[in-house]
């Protein structure tokens, strides 16, 4: 489904992901977790070209989605990031109406029945028995925190991507909104490939099917979660899932 | 746990001067700020009050003229003496009606004598408020107070004549007094009688002086008469001092070369209204496609870096030069001539890097995470920036445009180097037309020796004011309206 291969990342002259390979089963959550700073943020934004928006940024090896090496010449990045979506850590609804939010995707990506889609894409969400009467009235802002991280996520489930890419979801939101986004994230693997960056353990172990453990840029360990967070092979696993540091 | 180590003293101290000094910087800068607004207040404010004075008396029909006479000898020291006459007497007006006419003096305003123009405004400034009517006298023009006088040259004494009356106006104040024709006219209220012309003068200068009725020495026949010539007339003006008025008819006038209580703003405020939509028509799209580029576009390398500094470089260049450019490429080159189309341009091009720098401004407050959420959806570059970075930013961009328009607008320097015109007495009404603009109308009135135009000067700095702070009011709405809290 996707894949990396060798994939490393420079900040101008600084590595910060060194030759990850890594392959993410379709219709399965796999966690990315590690201290700050190892690059699973980095790794997770290079998944889908997002990380081109910064300046000075080089990536070498190859990213394969659907046999296609995404950083190939000739790849379109806009034509990359309609396929494999992003929710990211902060929400960040465009400050327009609820509808508007998700109808630009729509409408840009050339879809018709736009009102369909976004109704369809809300109720994906679980956010469209709370936004139903409002959404030409309220804009994203207006929400709370989770709903507007739930709107993120409609917003990318809108144009049917076939991978969810999700950079720390939770981060800033409580933990009731967190619990009603992790349950979401069961109801989207049915038809969606996720990643997920974390940084509480405890949420890859609720969440995720397999888990990869990355520290200072490279993938130390990748496998089932379930294995991973009983049995970890490798010891500085073993030493971040005890607590022992990060 | 260790304890933390205490900051040394002395930062302490800077520290707590640091909040000291920047309240009493603040303090100096708002101290000057109400300086330099009470100065405005007092130098044109009160200047310019006296415009309500001006079109009162002018809307009588009367246009005042400062005139003055000249003797050889001096009397009580001065040999000059300055009287003001009706230059114009408009037909049908109040002033025609009371029996004025044009070439007619006024001496005084019921005792108080009139030396200029703005004597008579600044009594009508102060009449109270309730008056409506101005009591004055005036003296008849010298064909209607005597009739004709001719100077004969006294044999011997160059430059000396004696002033013989050719012809007395049959029922005239003159004929009244007794004056018959060929009697000669030696002085009117102790003033020394020299010219022909000079004769009226005289009149004049002794009804200011306070004589009613003036007396007139004659010799007729060998023999020394003294003649009381009733030369003032009086009457009353009807007069409407409304502020409005004023300054409707102020703006909406033409300029006049002569006389101020007439002139008005009309062509410059035209004038200044066509050049900044030329200029805007111009810095508009180009600042904004630049600032676009910069922000949005382009990737940060030696031309870009080389770009930015040119940028800001010449946004500090002086306004003086941009005239020169705009003379030698738009005007000569171009062969625009000094038209509204090269001004605007002018101005378009001074205005160019503030209005890029002011666009990039808001472009950069639109923050990051919104083009990563636009991207995220698989927006392209323009659809990113054509749906989400411009829309949020616009509050931003209009007002850093309406801010350099109105930079541009009370610009002088740089249209004077153009060569637009000082006096414009015609409304521009092609691109292509000469025109002027309200700072370059200020600096012609400022520059203007005869009272009254000082006045209008400062009127049409508070008319320049009002239209800066209308745009400046204009940007702050937007700003306030439609700005984006992220």
Request: aromatic content about 12%; hydrophobic content about 40%; overall charge positive.
């Given at each position: 489904m996707l894949s990396t291969q060798r994939l490393s990342l420079w900040y101008g002259k600084q590595?910060?992901?060194?030759?990850v390979s890594l392959s993410f089963e379709r219709n399965q959550v796999t966690a990315l977790i590690g201290p700050s700073g190892c690059g699973k943020s980095t790794f997770i934004r290079s998944l889908n070209r997002m990380n081109e928006l910064i300046p000075a940024v080089r990536t070498a090896g190859q990213v394969l989605f659907g046999g296609q090496d995404i950083y190939a010449k000739g790849v379109d990045p806009v034509e990359v990031r309609r396929w494999i979506g992003m929710v990211f850590q902060k929400p960040n609804p465009f400050p327009k109406s609820i509808y508007e939010n998700l109808a630009f995707g729509l409408r840009i990506n050339g879809y018709k029945q736009v009102q369909e889609r976004v109704e369809m894409a809300l109720r994906k969400a679980a956010l469209w028995e709370e936004v139903k009467d409002d959404l030409h009235r309220?804009?994203?802002?207006?929400?709370s925190g989770g709903q507007q991280q739930r709107l993120c996520i409609a917003r990318a489930l809108a144009v049917e991507p076939q991978v969810l890419l999700m950079d720390e979801p939770c981060s800033a939101l409580d933990p009731i909104a967190t619990a009603k986004i992790e349950d979401l994230i069961g109801e989207l693997k049915k038809e969606y490939t996720v990643v997920i960056v974390t940084h509480n353990m405890q949420q890859a172990a609720r969440v995720s099917d397999y888990t990869a453990f990355f520290y200072l840029g490279k993938l130390v360990e990748f496998g089932n979660t379930q294995k991973m967070f009983e049995t970890p092979e490798n010891p500085q696993t073993e030493d971040y899932i005890t607590g022992k540091f990060g | 746990m260790k304890t933390q180590p205490r900051p040394a003293p002395r930062r302490q101290r800077w520290r707590r001067q640091k909040g000291a000094l920047f309240a009493f910087l603040a303090a100096v800068a708002l101290l000057l700020g109400v300086a330099v607004v009470t100065a405005l207040i007092i130098s044109t404010g009160v200047n310019s009050w006296q415009l309500v004075a001006m079109h009162a008396t002018a809307r009588t029909g009367l246009a005042l003229s400062l005139r003055s006479m000249d003797v050889s000898q001096s009397i009580d020291g001065r040999r000059t003496f300055p009287f003001v006459t009706a230059a114009q007497v408009e037909s049908n007006s109040q002033a025609a009606a009371l029996g004025m006419q044009q070439g007619d003096a006024l001496p005084h305003l019921l005792g108080r004598p009139v030396f200029s123009s703005s004597d008579v405004w600044q009594w009508v400034e102060d009449m109270p408020a309730e008056t409506t009517a101005l009591p004055l006298a005036w003296v008849p023009k010298a064909e209607t107070l005597i009739g004709s006088l001719k100077a004969e040259p006294i044999p011997g004494q160059a430059g000396k004549f004696v002033i013989k009356v050719s012809k007395v106006n049959p029922g005239s104040p003159a004929e009244q007094a007794g004056l018959q024709a060929d009697d000669v006219l030696k002085s009117a209220g102790g003033i020394p009688i020299e010219g022909a012309r000079q004769a009226w003068q005289a009149i004049v200068i002794a009804a200011q002086r306070g004589q009613s009725p003036v007396t007139l020495t004659v010799e007729r026949a060998g023999q020394t008469l003294e003649l009381a010539l009733q030369a003032e007339r009086r009457g009353e003006l009807p007069l409407s001092r409304n502020a409005w008025d004023a300054v409707v008819e102020f703006v909406t006038h033409l300029d006049e070369p002569r006389y101020p209580e007439h002139a008005g703003l009309a062509s410059a405020v035209l004038g200044s209204i066509y050049v900044v939509l030329v200029t805007a028509l111009i810095a508009v799209p180009l600042g904004l496609g630049a600032a676009i580029y910069l922000e949005e576009?382009?990737?940060?390398n030696a031309l870009t870096e080389v770009l930015q500094v040119v940028i800001a470089n010449l946004a500090g260049i002086p306004s003086v030069v941009y005239g020169i450019i705009g003379l030698e490429i738009l005007a000569r080159v171009l062969n625009l001539g000094r038209s509204i189309l090269a001004g605007g341009l002018t101005l378009g091009l001074l205005i160019l890097p503030i209005m890029i720098i002011a666009a990039r401004e808001a472009l950069r407050a639109v923050p990051q995470w919104v083009r990563e959420a636009a991207y995220g959806v698989g927006a392209t570059r323009w659809q990113v920036v054509r749906h989400h970075v411009l829309p949020y930013a616009l509050p931003g961009v209009l007002t850093g445009m309406i801010l350099s328009l109105s930079r541009g607008i009370g610009e002088a320097a740089p249209l004077i180097l153009l060569g637009?015109?000082?006096?414009?007495?015609y409304l521009p009404s092609s691109l292509l037309d000469t025109f002027t603009i309200v700072p370059l109308q200020i600096f012609s009135w400022a520059t203007?020796?005869?009272?009254?135009f000082n006045t209008i000067a400062a009127a049409a700095i508070i008319v320049l004011l009002a239209m800066l702070l209308l745009m400046n009011a204009v940007a702050i709405w937007l700003r306030n309206r439609y700005q984006k809290r992220w």
């Open positions: 590595q910060a992901l060194n030759e309220k804009t994203g802002l207006d929400l | 576009y382009a990737s940060r637009a015109f000082l006096f414009v007495t203007k020796p005869q009272p009254g």
